[in-house]
């Protein structure tokens, strides 16, 4: 099997899908396509990309126009042309979504824990806390307290000043000294472990055979590239925007985010370059192509080459 054929297969299983979610893939080619290139691409050419894994041009601009509604993109209409690019808030989002799906795994952990109360907060705005900080991990220990062993605490800062409760929220550190196995097991009632790891594992077992084609055939086709890339990510960003990124002390054995990272490492390693060259070729902005993607672009799993 070559890369092209299993990259066809890939497609044609996304495509067979009962429901296609166009605005998230499209999400997908922002933050990983667009979003280090200028950030701001030209409509007919989102739709023709998107043609390409079966979205046709309606779906597209509805789904577009609902990142418009829901603050991620915004609008400017040059003659008879509409350009689409990050809002502010979305760019922020997407810089620390970013950091997640391209970052190397918690090497180690210190045994400290950070703790957010939420005791004087009323319930409504507590349900929104949980749903904010569960983007950056952190779970419910009780109804009143969210923790993280290894938060990203820059990311923590801009989310309480987004949510305007920088100064309502008590937010501590402090470590285990008792019943470490009482602690193994609240983290597993905090976060749902299992589900995300049989994801992960399911993940592995789709992208294997374009490892195994890779392998075989080191002549990527352009468009190929792009689509095994995109899917790729979108897949990975499915599962992985669902992890704590706990540290591995605190684990299952055999946990399967370790292989899910490695092979989408390993597989972004030998698709992006021709990928990049296939946004070239078909992305165009006011000025002409995508300009070329920006330094950090190139840092990204550990660094690329």
Same mark, same amino acid.
């Given at each position: 099997?070559?890369?092209?054929? *299993?990259?066809?297969?890939?497609?044609?299983?996304?495509?067979?899908?009962?429901?296609?979610?166009?605005?998230?893939?499209?999400?997908?080619?922002?933050?990983?396509?667009?979003?280090?290139?200028?950030?701001?691409?030209?409509?007919?050419?989102?739709?023709?990309?998107?043609?390409?894994?079966?979205?046709?041009?309606?779906?597209?601009?509805?789904?577009?126009?609902?990142?418009?509604?829901?603050?991620?993109?915004?609008?400017?209409?040059?003659?008879?042309?509409?350009?689409?690019?990050?809002?502010?808030?979305?760019?922020?989002?997407?810089?620390?979504?970013?950091?997640?799906?391209?970052?190397?795994?918690?090497?180690?952990?210190?045994?400290?824990?950070?703790?957010?109360?939420?005791?004087?907060?009323?319930?409504?705005?507590?349900?929104?806390?949980?749903?904010? !900080?569960?983007?950056?991990?952190?779970?419910?220990?009780?109804?009143?307290?969210? *923790?993280?062993?290894?938060?990203?605490? *820059?990311?923590?800062?801009? *989310?309480?000043?987004?949510?305007?409760?920088?100064?309502?929220?008590?937010?501590?550190?402090?470590?285990?000294?008792?019943?470490?196995?009482?602690?193994?097991?609240?983290?597993?009632?905090?976060?749902?472990?299992?589900?995300?790891?049989?994801?992960?594992?399911?993940?592995?077992?789709?992208?294997?055979? /374009?490892?195994?084609?890779?392998?075989?055939?080191?002549?990527?086709?352009?468009?190929?590239?792009?689509?095994?890339?995109?899917? !790729?990510?979108?897949?990975?960003?499915?599962?992985?925007?669902?992890?704590?990124?706990?540290?591995?002390?605190?684990?299952?054995?055999?946990?399967?985010?370790?292989?899910?990272?490695? /092979?989408?490492?390993?597989?972004?390693?030998?698709?992006?370059?021709?990928?990049?060259?296939?946004?070239?070729?078909?992305?165009?902005?006011?000025?002409?192509?995508?300009?070329?993607?920006?330094?950090?672009?190139?840092?990204?799993?550990?660094?690329?080459?």
């Amino acid at each position: 099997m070559t890369i092209e054929s *299993a990259s066809k297969n890939l497609v044609d299983e996304f495509r067979s899908r009962t429901t296609l979610r166009a605005g998230s893939l499209i999400t997908t080619v922002f933050g990983d396509a667009i979003a280090p290139r200028g950030g701001t691409v030209w409509l007919g050419s989102l739709i023709a990309a998107m043609g390409e894994f079966g979205i046709n041009e309606r779906l597209v601009r509805t789904s577009v126009f609902r990142l418009v509604q829901d603050g991620w993109l915004q609008s400017k209409q040059i003659g008879r042309r509409s350009y689409y690019s990050l809002t502010g808030e979305g760019r922020e989002r997407f810089e620390q979504a970013t950091q997640k799906i391209y970052g190397e795994p918690v090497p180690s952990w210190d045994g400290e824990w950070t703790t957010i109360l939420m005791s004087g907060v009323e319930s409504a705005t507590k349900d929104l806390v949980r749903k904010e !900080l569960g983007w950056l991990g952190f779970g419910s220990l009780s109804p009143n307290v969210l *923790a993280h062993p290894a938060p990203d605490m *820059a990311g923590l800062d801009l *989310a309480l000043e987004r949510l305007g409760l920088a100064e309502d929220l008590v937010v501590m550190t402090g470590r285990t000294v008792r019943n470490e196995s009482g602690m193994r097991a609240l983290v597993q009632d905090s976060w749902n472990l299992d589900d995300i790891d049989a994801r992960y594992a399911s993940f592995v077992e789709r992208f294997r055979p /374009l490892i195994k084609a890779q392998g075989k055939d080191a002549n990527v086709p352009l468009k190929s590239a792009f689509l095994v890339r995109t899917l !790729l990510i979108q897949e990975y960003r499915k599962v992985l925007l669902r992890d704590p990124q706990l540290p591995a002390e605190l684990l299952p054995t055999g946990w399967h985010g370790t292989a899910a990272y490695q /092979l989408c490492r390993n597989l972004y390693q030998a698709v992006y370059a021709a990928a990049d060259d296939y946004l070239t070729q078909t992305m165009e902005t006011a000025e002409g192509p995508l300009p070329p993607p920006a330094a950090a672009f190139m840092q990204r799993f550990g660094g690329l080459q």
